[in-house]
């Protein structure tokens, strides 16, 4: 009798032995094993990509629809990240670089700043399109990776990476250890608070001042991209730095309460600004709240210039 073979796993987010492998051996940083990917990981990522191009064109800013463009990205096939980088790079010196899982928040952020963004290589099951509670690579690839073909975009971040150095350099400078954990959370957790209100959940507006989608939470939601424009019960307001460093959020279900940006040289202002008051003191006591500062982001900071 012939032996039934189990099927192959492949690269599916929650079932994939090579990032088990390789976080058991203590892995971050990998390269993307592009022969592992099935035919089920492929059908997941046609399924996706192809049922969100209408709600990108209706929806999505400008700047990320020329980025899908330039990176001619597949839409029947996982794509390859040399591929991706061969036309990011050529555009503005980014490139994704793959991990095999969570990356601690100041390593995250310093990749920003030499221009690498931390990918996830797996991909949802076909049968949990719609909703993942973490990222894997189509939203990374074609939520985020779009917008860093973008070059004002593109040194937002670099910025935004700049910005988390000066905490961790700020904080190496303070005496007191209790002081310097208390303020730095409370710095961590601001960082954080604009971060997701404008990277990855971010409203602009359009050529016409009509509100468009930037943020990369959104442009990979098939469900929230419709609906952060569309829903008369989401509050959106123009970004004010003090509300968005004291705004706490919940990552389960629809935001309900939106920041909207001008430009992606305000946003690069803003950015400057979030320095400026952090080392005025101004982000060393911000609300409590979510998002928890976990101790493994905590020590990143730490242990980033010693």
Known sequence: MAQIQAPMMGLTTTQAPFIEKAQSEGKLYIEQPYDLYTDDNHEAWKVLFNRMRPRWEKYANEHFLQGIANLC???????????????LCALTGFRAKAVAGYVPAYLFFDCLRQREFPTTITIRHKDSIDYL??????????????????????????????????????????KDPVLRVKRLESVIKALARFFWFTIEFGLMRGPRKELKVYGSGLLSSYGEIEHCIEAPEVQRYPLQLEWVINQSFEIDHYQPLLFIVDSFDHLFSLVGELEAWMKDGKLDNVSPGEPGVNEADLQSFLVATT
């Open 73 to 87: 990205l597949d839409p029947e096939r996982v794509p390859r990240l040399e591929d991706v980088n061969q036309f």
């Open 133 to 174: 509670p973490e990222p894997d690579i189509f939203h990374d690839i074609s939520g985020h990776v779009p917008m860093h073909t973008d070059k004002a975009f593109a040194d937002t971040l670099v910025r935004f990476g700049e910005c988390a150095h000066t905490a961790a350099v700020r904080a190496s400078e303070m």
